[in-house]
């Protein structure tokens, strides 16, 4: 009932059925200990209910929440399953640190999901366990090129990161190319590694990286082509590639690599942006497209 009344937007309905559903979950618990996944599960959807607004409440529920995964991990027979609860929730953890300044805490929640993660990956090494280490590395990347003062490892560590996350996505992408998220993670990946190696002048790698960017948006765009979230996915890889190009001297490759889908970024509304891409993006893109409508 709470998932269907936030499909509808209606957040304070949300919040009472779940609210109902753990005190539920918390009087089953005590004579069916098989239910406590359930009700960690529940106490997250709460905490990521607050996140906007109550980010006190967002700690207590996602701690809450850890001390179940943590103890469910911890026992002899815990399956993969378990262990991947425990990663999504570190992973959470270190997210609600960042948010508060606590960027010693962040890192070493990230570095804890990490090491999990490889852990996961050796037992696994399935498509979705390589969509935890990627996550896992690219989260370790965010935090440490935003907060390089903080950061517990070197400039080569970060960049060894970047790489070895873009190639995990891309290795979860293999194994499972029609999964969404998995392509998410890709396009997310490898923006940051071109990025990085952009910002090192490393134009070869800068290359190849935005290269696959722009297979796996353009994936991610024919599989959904009514969604602004993926069509904003698509023109920003595009806009890359194009900015890339430019950097190199090649004004007409660069042109060519926006000017079919420039009409699309009409598609999308200023005030009513898909999270793929923030207003300052949009300006941006707006203004690289803009050149190449015009007549040359």
């Keep these: 009932a709470g998932d269907l009344a936030l499909r509808g937007g209606d957040t304070a309905a949300a919040q009472r059925h779940r609210s109902v559903a753990i005190g539920v979950f918390e009087r089953v618990a005590r004579v069916r200990p098989d239910v406590a996944i359930y009700h960690a599960r529940t106490l997250v959807k709460l905490g990521d209910l607050a996140a906007a607004t109550d980010p006190q409440a967002v700690e207590s529920s996602y701690l809450r929440a850890h001390a179940v995964f943590e103890a469910a991990a911890a026992q002899p027979d815990a399956t993969l399953t378990e262990r991947d609860e425990l990663g999504w929730s570190l992973e959470r953890l270190g997210g609600a640190a960042w948010a508060r300044g606590e960027f010693a805490r962040t890192f070493a929640l990230a570095q804890r999901r990490l090491d999990l993660a490889e852990d996961l990956f050796a037992a696994d090494p399935d498509g979705l366990r390589a969509y935890h280490l990627g996550s896992a590395l690219a989260h370790l990347v965010v935090y440490g090129r935003q907060q390089p003062a903080a950061r517990p490892f070197d400039a080569a560590t ?44 490393d134009l070869a790698l800068a290359g190849s990286s935005v290269a696959a960017w722009v297979g796996f948006a353009d994936a991610l765009w024919e599989s959904d082509r009514a969604s602004d979230e993926a069509l904003a996915h698509m023109l920003l890889a595009r806009q890359a590639k194009a900015r ?5 001297g090649d004004l007409d490759g660069a042109r060519n690599a926006l000017v079919h889908h420039a009409h699309l970024v009409d598609r999308l509304e200023p005030e009513r942006l898909p999270p793929a891409i923030n207003r300052a993006q949009f300006d941006s893109l707006w203004a690289d497209i803009d050149l190449v409508r015009r007549p040359r």
């Design 158 to 201: 970060l960049r060894r990161h970047a790489e070895r996350g873009a190639a995990m996505a891309a290795e979860a992408v293999r194994q499972q190319p029609s999964r969404r998220p998995f392509l998410v993670l890709a396009i997310r990946t490898h923006d940051y590694l071109a990025s990085l190696a952009s910002e090192a002048n």
């Design 244 to 248: 890339l190009l430019r950097r190199q």
